[in-house]
């Protein structure tokens, strides 16, 4: 599986961003989407993810309530949508996917991973 992010940029705190991820390859069935950031020389964290259906979603507290998560499978791609934007969200995102039953939070066990679109916020 492929996974290609796009849509990052810079936007003013408190603007809003729309961030995809579209995947290709193998995928006749969906995965478990999840959505992380990184911030150079910090640990990359979980920030949401989304069941195979999209009828579950999960989200760090840190973005509860300003951002969503959805997908669309037809197209095979999953969206997180970001609003109330803060200087602290600024990182790169990085969509990845696993092909288990269960969603994570976990970064390890994500087996595939996009190549990263980064997202700034002025202050």
């Known amino acids: 599986v492929q996974l290609q992010a796009s849509g990052g940029g810079l936007v003013q705190a408190g603007g809003s961003l729309r961030i995809s991820c579209a995947a290709s390859?193998?995928?006749?069935?969906?995965?478990?989407m999840g959505w992380f950031r990184q911030v150079t020389g910090k640990e990359r964290e979980f920030v949401a993810a989304i069941n195979r259906s999209g009828a579950s979603t999960y989200y760090a507290d840190s973005v509860k309530g300003r951002f969503t998560i959805s997908r669309d499978n037809a197209k095979n791609t999953v969206y997180l949508q970001m609003n109330s934007l803060k200087s602290e969200d600024t990182a790169v995102y990085y969509c990845?996917?696993?092909?288990?039953?269960?969603?994570?939070?976990?970064?390890?066990?994500?087996?595939?991973w996009g190549q990263g679109t980064q997202v700034t916020v002025s202050s």
């Open positions: 990845a996917a696993d092909s288990g039953i269960l969603t994570t939070r976990e970064a390890s066990k994500y087996l595939y």
């Open positions: 390859g193998r995928t006749a069935r969906p995965y478990v």
